[in-house]
């Protein structure tokens, strides 16, 4: 059984920086994908980041939103999924959830598709 525990989150000005952590229990990297989510009430969730097949070295993917300022990494030893969010904007204020798909051959961003989830954290971005 996989399952997911964020951290990290918080309050913060625009244009500063937090690492919400991932910690993911009975999850093995290879062949899976594990993703960060954010959601806003009354919005759909939608997808930040993906980190798929530790096979392939371009193994990550961001939408255009995010794209240059959020960095997913992961440190298997230590079953953590990091999530660098530099220059941020309030836009970006929401719960984000961490995510784990398996099998997953190939990234997504379709939240129904991934069959664990963690809690969430909140971050908020002020002007």
């Known amino acids: 059984q996989v399952q997911l525990v964020e951290s990290g989150g918080g309050s913060v000005q625009a244009g500063g920086s937090l690492r919400l952590s991932c910690a993911a229990s009975?999850?093995?990297?290879?062949?899976?994908?594990l993703a960060w989510f954010r959601q806003v009430p009354g919005k759909e969730r939608e997808g930040v980041a993906v980190i798929f097949d530790t096979d392939r070295a371009d193994n990550t993917r961001y939408p255009d939103s995010v794209e240059g300022r959020f960095t997913i990494s992961q440190d298997s030893a230590k079953n953590m999924v990091y999530l660098q969010m530099n220059s941020l904007k309030p836009e970006d204020t929401a719960m984000y959830y961490c995510?784990?798909?398996?099998?997953?051959?190939?990234?997504?961003?379709?939240?129904?598709?991934?069959?664990?989830w963690g809690q969430g954290t909140q971050v908020t971005v002020s002007s």
């Open positions: 995510a784990a798909r398996t099998p997953c051959l190939t990234y997504s961003f379709n939240s129904a598709s991934y069959n664990y």
């Open positions: 009975g999850y093995t990297y290879r062949r899976n994908c």
